[in-house]
T-cell receptor
Framework: GQQVMQIPQYQHVQEGEDFTTYCNSS?????IQWYKQRPGGHPVFLIQ?????EVKKQKRLTFQFGEAKKNSSLHITATQTTDVGTYFC??????????FGKGNQVVVIP | NAGVTQTPKFQVLKTGQSMTLQCAQD?????MSWYRQDPGMGLRLIHY???????DQGEVPNGYNVSRSTTEDFPLRLLSAAPSQTSVYFC????????????????FGPGTRLLVL
């Protein structure tokens, strides 16, 4: 079945530094979505990428969709304490069902 | 709009008890789904519905039943609770499939934290 893998699973990031989290699929995806879940909260939609090679930016966040539509990345610059949480990617492939990765838990060190 | 609402927020059950987790949305979304979230396991799809009267199994359906009598409501039933069902349960809704046949943005409810003793 469709699998979406996220690496790393955990990250400790110094405040002010940059970090990247990666998402890889075993199959070609129709789209990739990114969600953020704050501790104790629920997943909240961040962005959706649909086109091969697509790059989108939201302030300090840069999202990329690979040329083969099998991988994606989220890069955050100048990390702030508000960036703490778990970042999930989710993708749709042939069965039209959204498959979530296991998430990347990010801890920010002040 | 209230978005997606879930009740209760917290629940403690004894093994063998039954209960229903409620989920409602006021966005007229066709697609609704239930996920469970366990440490290190991410979000796993339990059941989903593409419209009133239509439901289907997800990745981990055993021990759970669903029904969709209206567009707004999508309750999740635990017929005989087991400790393995201790988890955080999220309901989500979306408009369905986009023109690209890709799943639309999921709007999640606040979750129900369930402990089965």
């Amino acid at each position: 079945g469709q699998q979406v893998m996220q690496i790393p699973q955990y990250q400790h990031v110094q405040e002010g530094e940059d970090f990247t989290t990666y998402c890889n699929s075993s199959t070609t995806l129709s789209n990739i979505q990114w969600y953020k879940q704050r501790p104790g909260g629920h997943p909240v939609f961040l962005i959706q990428l649909v086109k091969s090679g697509e790059v989108k930016k939201q302030k300090r966040l840069t999202f990329q969709f690979g040329e083969a539509k099998k991988n994606s990345s989220l890069h955050i610059t100048a990390t702030q304490t508000t960036d703490v949480g778990t970042y999930f990617c989710a993708g749709t492939s042939g069965n039209n069902r959204l498959a979530f990765g296991k998430g990347n838990q990010v801890v920010v060190i002040p | 709009n209230a978005g997606v609402t879930q009740t209760p927020k917290f629940q403690v059950l004894k093994t063998g008890q039954s209960m229903t987790l409620q989920c409602a949305q006021d966005m007229n979304h066709e697609y609704m789904s239930w996920y469970r979230q366990d440490p290190g396991m991410g979000l796993r799809l339990i059941h989903y519905s593409v419209g009133a009267g239509i439901t289907d199994q997800g990745e981990v359906p055993n021990g759970y039943n669903v029904s969709r009598s209206t567009t707004e409501d999508f309750p999740l039933r635990l017929l005989s609770a087991a400790p393995s069902q201790t988890s955080v349960y999220f309901c989500a809704s979306s408009t369905g499939l986009a023109a690209t046949q890709a799943q639309e943005t999921q709007y999640f409810g606040p979750g129900t934290r369930l402990l089965v003793l």
